[in-house]
């Protein structure tokens, strides 16, 4: 679950693949509600049926200056992520950050 604190929200797929797609990264502070968030967008998960994993993070400074575009390398995302995330500590020591790993089920897309 996310804080209701008001916050940016950042939410990614990691694709079996090993690239990383971005789902939403927002520069709008919104309460961080994962749920709300997603149906506002009406965007779909791509990728095979099945398990899945979200990884989803709440902060109250923006993660990323703009919304990454398409698929990434997952390890080029993690060291974007750790470099991103030390400068928002030092930026603001005190800041608040949540982050959650979120496991879904992708359905077929038989339409």
């Known amino acids: 679950l996310f804080p209701s604190y008001p916050s940016n929200l950042h939410i990614a797929y990691a694709r079996r693949d090993g690239t990383v797609q971005h789902v939403l990264s927002s520069p709008e502070v919104w309460p961080a509600d994962l749920a709300h968030q ?8 791509p990728g095979p049926p099945g398990l899945a994993m979200i990884i989803a993070i709440a902060s109250n400074s923006p993660l990323f200056s703009s919304p990454p575009d398409g698929t990434e390398d997952a390890t080029v995302y993690l060291g974007r992520l750790k470099q991103r995330l030390t400068e928002i500590e030092n930026e603001n020591p005190d800041g608040q950050i949540a982050a959650s790993q979120l496991l879904i089920y992708v359905e077929s897309d038989d339409t």
């Open 38 to 45: 997603l149906a506002q967008t009406d965007h779909k998960i």
